[in-house]
């Protein structure tokens, strides 16, 4: 299956950038993120779920073993609820709060897409803290004056 990307001017009714897309290719980029009450898509994870807007997306989460679990993310016809889920936005954001927000905020915030099974799992971004970017430096407090 494939899907299809382009810009669209309505003033003019010019299509530009017109591209053909794969549906479950890896694409560069393809990011979720989790903002205060939404996760929020890149361009290339909505082009990787092959979801438009109004689409349902659900996120839930594979068990490996008992301590072993993570999420993964799709349009919710791939789940066993297809009426479950949250719309996606016109501005790629999926309405997601309370307890769900809560429990996804566990693994983390950013997430890169890979595909796994017939979703795609949400693999934790590593993000840099302020602090990492210090440097350690000795001071001599017997010198200074």
């Keep these: ?13 010019e299509i530009t950038n017109l591209r053909v897309v794969k549906v479950g290719e890896q694409v560069d980029d393809a990011i979720v993120t989790l903002e205060d009450n939404k996760l929020k898509l890149s361009k290339s994870a909505q082009l990787l779920l092959g979801a438009i807007p109004n689409d349902r ?6 068990t490996v073993s008992p301590e072993e ?9 791939l789940f066993t ?6 719309r996606l936005t016109k ?11 809560d429990i996804l ?3 983390g915030k950013s997430f ?3 595909p796994f099974k017939n979703y795609f799992k949400m693999v934790k971004l590593e993000e840099e803290s302020d602090n990492d970017n210090l440097k350690d ?3 001599d407090l017997e010198n200074l004056k």
Excluded at 57 to 62: A, D, H, K, P, Q
Excluded at 69 to 77: A, R
Excluded at 91 to 101: A, H, L
């Design 91 to 101: 501005s790629n954001t999926v309405s997601f709060r309370g307890t769900q927000r």
């Design 57 to 62: 997306i659900t996120v839930s989460y594979y």
């Design 112 to 114: 890169k897409l890979e």
């Design 1 to 13: 299956m494939f899907s299809i990307q382009f810009d669209f001017d309505p003033e003019t009714s």
């Design 137 to 139: 430096e000795e001071l």
């Design 69 to 77: 679990t993570f999420p993964v993310i799709g349009k919710s016809e």
């Design 105 to 107: 905020l566990e693994y």
């Design 81 to 86: 609820d297809s009426t479950g889920g949250n």
